[in-house]
């Protein structure tokens, strides 16, 4: 009998560990109970990163961690801990050593970046009101809505930090491109996973919210992903 993998999901920017919420449902149907999602301050990378390690390292076996957005940048520092046995980017960054997220975004700038707005106190927003069409248009206009009000900002700082040891160059990896991301330009998202010679890539013509809106594609590359890295 080979041990399941836990899978651990990483959020990214502008959301919380409930963005996860129908990946973890299909998840289960499909049989796989074994789930984790952490709930970022989005401080800085390396408190985001030492907040997943803490969560992977109360878990007995392997670990695949998935990460969403930023979440991806998280996973790649995060995923150098013993038992992390693959990782998955959704839609997400997949910096190599010395790059950011924000470097990365400004070889492509997005479309969506536009909607981008700081405050006073160092946050980075989506302007509620741009929420929807920026983040998550192929979702419900009032669900967007709602999101675009609960939306967890990240510190603005945080975008430009960087990558030391990028764990996808030691771990099997699995990219999914949404061609129809206005966060992060699918022509970024297609070089990242080339780059880190993903086992599979998948392309869903989705928002930057594919987590939400194609959950059914998105937990099957998860589950593929964790049968092959379940131990024996």
């Known amino acids: 009998m080979s041990q399941q993998a836990t899978i651990v999901l990483v959020h990214g920017f502008w ?23 952490v709930e970022l301050p989005l ?37 150098n801990a013993p038992n992390v046995a693959g990782l ?18 400004q070889e492509h700038p997005p479309l969506g970046a536009a909607s981008l707005e700081g405050d006073s106190d160092g946050y980075l927003w989506v302007k509620p009101e741009q929420y929807h069409d920026s983040f998550c248009q192929d979702l419900d206009a009032e669900e967007g809505a709602v ?24 771990k099997p990896s699995w990219y999914q491109v949404s061609s129809a991301d206005r966060m992060i330009s699918p022509v970024n998202q297609e070089r990242m996973a080339a780059r880190l010679q993903a086992r599979k890539v998948i392309t869903l013509n989705a928002s930057h919210a594919s987590l939400a809106s194609r959950p059914v594609e998105v937990a099957a590359l998860i589950l593929e992903a964790a049968s092959a890295v379940a131990q024996a």
Not at 21 to 34: D, F, K, M, N
Not at 152 to 165: R, Y
């Open 15 to 37: 959301g919380g560990a409930a963005h996860w919420s129908r990946v973890i449902v299909e998840l289960r149907r499909q049989g796989h109970t074994a789930i984790r999602a």
């Open 43 to 79: 401080t800085s990378l390396a408190d985001d990163a030492e907040r997943t390690r803490k969560m992977v390292a109360q878990v007995n076996g392997p670990v695949l961690l998935v990460g969403h957005s930023y979440g991806g940048a998280v996973i790649s520092v995060a995923g």
């Open 88 to 105: 998955v980017y959704i839609a997400a960054f997949a910096p190599d050593a010395g790059e950011s997220p924000g470097s990365i975004t």
């Open 147 to 170: 999101l675009g009000v609960v939306q967890k900002a990240p510190l603005a700082s945080t975008f430009g930090e960087t990558v030391n040891d990028p764990a996808w160059k030691h």
